[in-house]
């Protein structure tokens, strides 16, 4: 018989099925073969929902930190006003994100399981507290993802000028 811990699923396994390689593709695939935009199929958590599901807790904290980081990130993109390279910036911003919130490194996990236990941070539908936000960004993006969004910003703006 298993116990409640072998049934508790781990913030790596809940970031895994929330944002894992595919989870976005098969959830287009869906709406896409539904014929109806944004339905908003979700993820396919397979045999793990009933995992999950001892944790609700944990799915929408994810699920929270992750829009929430998004946000603060097109926020930070709106501030520089990049014009044309603004969503450029963002796409590959959110990519950065996305792939550090799949497979966090071992530095990154403890900032993201500090977050995800701070209480306080979920009680509406994004986290409020920027500074956070803010903090847990200058952990996930490294200066080679900032370089990366700039790139992609500057070769947008390039492309405009040019055409």
């Known amino acids: 018989m298993a116990t409640d811990q072998e049934n508790v699923m781990s913030t790596e396994e809940a970031f895994e099925l929330l944002l894992g390689k595919g989870s976005s593709t098969r959830g287009a695939e869906l709406e896409k073969e539904a014929e109806v935009p944004n339905i908003c199929a979700g993820l396919d958590w397979g045999n793990a929902l009933p995992k999950l599901l001892l944790n609700?807790?944990?799915?929408?904290?994810?699920?929270?930190?992750?829009?929430?980081?998004?946000?603060?990130?097109?926020?930070?993109l709106e501030n520089m006003d990049l014009g044309v390279g603004k969503k450029p910036a963002l796409e590959t911003a959110r990519a950065f994100i996305k792939e550090k919130l799949i497979s966090p490194s071992p530095e990154i996990l403890p900032h993201?399981?500090?977050?995800?236990?701070?209480?306080?941070?979920?009680?509406?539908?994004?986290?409020?507290?920027?500074?956070?936000?803010?903090?847990?960004?200058?952990?996930?993006?490294?200066?080679?993802?900032?370089?990366?969004?700039?790139?992609?910003?500057?070769?947008?703006?390039?492309?405009?000028?040019?055409?």
Do not use: C, M
């Open 112 to 163: 993201l399981e500090a977050v995800l236990a701070q209480d306080d941070l979920y009680n509406e539908e994004f986290i409020s507290n920027r500074e956070v936000l803010q903090s847990l960004l200058e952990v996930l993006l490294t200066s080679e993802d900032k370089e990366a969004i700039a790139a992609a910003a500057a070769h947008k703006v390039r492309l405009s000028v040019l055409s």
């Open 56 to 76: 609700p807790g944990l799915y929408w904290r994810l699920k929270t930190l992750r829009i929430s980081l998004n946000r603060e990130i097109r926020l930070k």
